[in-house]
Antibody, heavy 119, light 109 residues
Framework: QLQLQESGPGLVKPSETLSLTCTVS??????????WGWIRQPPGEGLEYIGI???????YYNPSLKSRVTLSVDTSKNQFSLKLRSVTAADTAAYYC???????????WGQGTLVTVSS | QIVVTQEPSLTVSPGGTVTLTCGSS?????????PNWIQQKPGQAPRALIY???NKHSWTPARFSGSLLGGKAALTLSGVQPEDEAEYYC?????????FGGGTKLIVL
């Protein structure tokens, strides 16, 4: 059974960089049929796609966040990561990692981690 | 950028049938948008239900089905159970990547 687990600071100061890691267990991040994604959800609001990364390092970002986001993958640790720069209170959200697959969809999700942007 | 539209809320009686829809600002939704449906209950992580229009995951209950209906993607619940009360999100693939709809709150009453 594939499992994804987010980790990282729960509190980030405005203008700083939010950094999260997703650890994949029960399967390989180097699968050619899968992409690894980040989705966020502000409190009381809907889901927002942030972007996806392939095991080769190829990335695809939400245009609205592209200027501030970097996704990366570490195949040796079976992990992938999110960095969001210059955060503001509007970036306060639950951040989820998920697996997407060729042929059009998302299947496994992490439990999510709440990140609050506040001084 | 594409805007994905869903009904804000729907109410259904236990045992009944309800259809949620998902539209696109760019026109009719087709299979090339790879419509996905995701369920989220309060305080829980999202759970994938349907992918590529009408394909179920191994854990998806049989009462959930996906389709294309009148230029939109649709999720139909037949024989609704009280535990189906949740928020349901549509996810479409577009030229600029994946885009979520705003969600439909399904009330079972």
């Amino acid at each position: 059974q594939l499992q994804l687990q987010e980790s990282g600071p729960g509190l980030v100061k405005p203008s700083e960089t939010l950094s999260l890691t997703c650890t994949v267990s029960g399967g390989s991040i180097s699968s050619s049929n899968h992409y690894w994604g980040w989705i966020r959800q502000p409190p009381g609001e809907g889901l927002e796609y942030i972007g996806i990364v392939y095991y080769s390092g190829s990335t695809y970002y939400n245009p609205s966040l592209k200027s501030r986001v970097t996704l990366s993958v570490d195949t040796s640790k079976n992990q992938f990561s999110l960095k969001l720069r210059s955060v503001t209170a509007a970036d306060t959200a639950a951040y989820y990692c998920a697996r997407l697959f060729s042929g059009g969809g998302v299947d496994y999700w992490g439990q999510g981690t709440l990140v609050t942007v506040s001084s | 950028q594409i805007v994905v539209t869903q009904e804000p809320s729907l109410t259904v009686s236990p045992g009944g049938t309800v259809t949620l829809t998902c539209g696109s600002s760019t026109g009719a939704v087709s299979s090339t948008y790879y419509p996905n449906w995701i369920q989220q209950k309060p305080g829980q992580a999202p759970r994938a239900l349907i992918y590529s229009t009408n394909n179920k995951h191994s854990w998806t209950p049989a009462r959930f089905s996906g389709s294309l209906l009148g230029g939109k993607a649709a999720l139909t619940l037949s024989g609704v159970q009280p535990e189906d009360e949740a928020e349901y999100y549509c996810l479409l693939y577009s030229a600029v990547g994946w885009v979520f709809g705003g969600g439909t709150k399904l009330i079972v009453l």
